[in-house]
């Protein structure tokens, strides 16, 4: 027999759930090639691991370090 406990921990589970499938997430589609930064090329790999880049590696490390101060 379940008890207040197991039904509140069920609707809490139920919403958590459904909020998190709303959320939306990045396109699945590959960036440009190009770096906005630099012009350079952004390699493939990190393209399809982030698809919604914009920089490639070098110049996101500048944006990150430039961010933190």
């Known amino acids: ?14 919403r958590l759930e459904g909020m ?8 699945r589609t590959f960036a440009e090639p190009i770096c ?4 350079g090329e952004i390699p ?3 393209r399809q691991a ?3 880049c914009v920089t490639c590696a070098p110049c ?3 944006r ?3 961010s933190r101060r």
């Open 20 to 27: 998190l499938g709303a959320i939306a997430l990045p396109p």
């Open 64 to 66: 990150e370090r430039g």
């Open 1 to 14: 027999m379940a008890d207040n406990a197991d039904r509140a921990g069920e609707i809490i589970e139920n």
């Open 60 to 62: 996101q490390s500048i």
């Open 50 to 52: 982030a698809p919604w």
């Open 36 to 39: 906005v930064d630099c012009d």
């Open 44 to 46: 493939a790999a990190r």
